[in-house]
């Protein structure tokens, strides 16, 4: 979410972020396959693969990004307690 919030918008500059934040939540026992940061996190990663590395995401699609990752960082927060 900083990258974005600092206006990094390449494809190449954000996925191995969100590639990463994807294998971990695949480590996480607690998390069912259908949590729904999983799923959002996969959508985006699903998206960005069809970019270019120098590709960058709009101002529209950086904003529903960093939406959706506060919305999953908020249901992990739930799985938690």
């Not at 607690?30 to 590395?53: H, I, N, R, T, Y």
């Amino acid at each position: 979410m900083d990258k974005l919030r600092l206006e990094l918008r390449a494809m190449d500059m954000i996925q191995p972020e969100l590639r990463e934040l994807r294998d971990t939540m695949d480590c996480l026992a607690m998390l069912p396959e259908d949590f729904e940061g999983k799923v959002k996190v996969q959508e985006w990663l699903d998206k960005l693969s069809e970019m270019s590395a120098s590709d960058e995401l709009s101002e529209a699609q950086a904003r529903q990004l960093i939406f959706d990752l506060e919305t999953s960082y908020g249901a992990f927060n739930k799985v938690l307690h």
